[in-house]
């Protein structure tokens, strides 16, 4: 078999990304589907609340239904990815079955056949398609970029989600006002077919060579196990858990927290929270750079330290209004960018940490269980304040997500620093074997 262009030690470095014309192609079909599902966020519980006059628990029922594949199909979902030769096919077919489901809603409107029950139908294939896709996603970049641009890769791609979360929701509002909201879903159907027809244009060859599976639930398991046992992998699935368990409990309470205590005007909350957006754009382009210069290692360990930063700085916030703007307009931004950063050296550590017939079920296992744990968090966070109070808890976040520090410091991604060598000289075979010990550690 002929060896790829990613795989050969040719001693010529790959071209740039954005000379790279498959992960172009990748990339924009990222970016303009994840767009329409931010369209989408909006245009559907709208089209519920304004057409359908749906009730409190069918509200409920479809905000559940959105994130109720995620834990059915997570694990499951890597096994699947990980048993593919190719996984490109099985992403379009994804975007393809998305773009089906999402397209029922416009049309269901024009004949009169929409209703709530159908709209949770849709979010189901919808996040079911999504889950499988995020699967099939993440080993499929590293046949598309080269090892050494994976970090580049990964901000790439969290830069499309700041964008995202940036424009997204404006789009959204323009395109509900000026074509309804059943007919702006019909923005992110035509995101995904575009998705599905740009990921068919890229040419690069698939060559995986998958594990034999031994059934799915041992498949499954494996994953479990890679995750838990390998120690930078642990850290990490740790690490994601402890930050997003506190960052939901913050969230639950930060829209009473900045209305009712620090008497932040509701027009503006808006603006603070799209600056996150901002700052992981700013967030992506730093890591690319830093990177390459300091090694995914050593951004994620500072990344990781002012992760705490902007909630310690709303919980001790005071003073006058001009102050409050201003120190959550800095805060907001950097912690945008920081947790790019965060997210993009741990997946780029992931994938080199990761044996290839691993990396779904791996993947998988750390994405089901740091998006599983949003709910717990969100509970809690209520439930603490209703008792402690809104600004005891956000300060209690702040400690808890600090708390993620201890993982990521106390595990081998920490450089270990060596004591110098005694005057006496060594033995040659043991002078050999400290030199290939310091070169692992390096």
Not at 96 to 102: F, I, M, P
Not at 211 to 221: E, L
């Amino acid at each position: 078999m002929k060896p790829s262009l990613h795989n050969s030690l040719s001693s010529e470095p790959p071209p740039p990304l954005r000379r790279q014309r498959d992960y172009r192609l990748l990339w924009t079909a990222r970016t303009i589907s994840i767009t329409g599902s931010e369209v989408s966020k909006l245009a559907i519980p709208l089209t519920a609340v304004t057409l359908l006059t749906a009730s409190p628990t069918q509200m409920g029922l479809l905000t559940a239904a959105a994130s109720m594949p995620a834990l059915l199909l997570g694990l499951q979902s890597g096994a699947i990815a990980d048993r593919l030769t190719r996984r490109r096919p099985l992403m379009i077919a994804c975007e393809l079955v998305s773009c089906t489901a999402a397209a029922t809603v416009p049309l269901a409107w024009l004949f009169g056949l929409l209703n709530v029950t159908w709209l949770i139908a849709v979010a189901l294939v919808i996040g079911a398609s999504g889950v499988l896709f995020k699967a099939a996603n993440f080993p499929h970049l590293a046949s598309v970029v080269p090892p050494a641009q994976h970090t580049e890769a990964m901000a790439g791609f969290h830069a499309s989600y700041s964008v995202a979360s940036v424009g997204g929701p404006s789009l959204a509002g323009l395109l509900v006002q000026v074509l309804t909201a059943p007919l702006a879903v019909l923005a992110e159907a035509l995101s995904f077919l575009t998705s599905a027809l740009l990921l068919q244009s890229i040419r690069t060859p698939e060559r995986n060579e998958p594990a034999p599976s031994r059934g799915m639930w041992r498949d499954v398991t494996a994953g479990l196990r890679a995750a838990l046992i390998h120690p930078v992998l642990r850290a990490l699935l740790a690490a994601g858990v402890t930050i997003n368990f506190f960052a939901m409990a913050y969230t639950a309470v930060y829209m009473l927290y900045m209305v009712n205590t620090l008497g932040i005007p509701k027009g503006l909350i808006g603006a603070l929270i799209a600056l996150s957006g901002v700052g992981g754009l700013l967030g992506a382009w730093i890591t690319a750079r830093l990177s390459k210069r300091y090694g995914e290692n050593r951004v994620l360990l500072v990344a990781v330290v002012f992760f705490p930063i902007e909630i310690l700085a709303v919980g001790l916030l005071t003073g006058p209004l001009w102050w409050k703007l201003s120190l959550l307009t800095v805060t907001g931004t950097i912690t945008g960018g920081i947790v790019v950063a965060f997210a993009t050296c741990m997946g780029a550590i992931m994938l080199r940490e990761t044996s290839p017939e691993l990396r779904g079920r791996v993947n998988a296992t750390t994405t089901f269980a740091v998006q599983g744990v949003l709910a717990l968090g969100g509970l809690a966070g209520g439930v603490a304040a209703d008792f402690l109070g809104l600004r005891p808890v956000i300060l209690l976040c702040a400690a808890g997500i600090a708390l993620s520090t201890i993982w990521i410091w106390t595990s081998p991604l920490r450089p270990h620093r060596r004591h110098p060598p005694t005057p006496t000289p060594p033995e040659p075979d043991l002078s050999v074997s400290t030199l290939m010990a310091q070169k692992r550690h390096l």
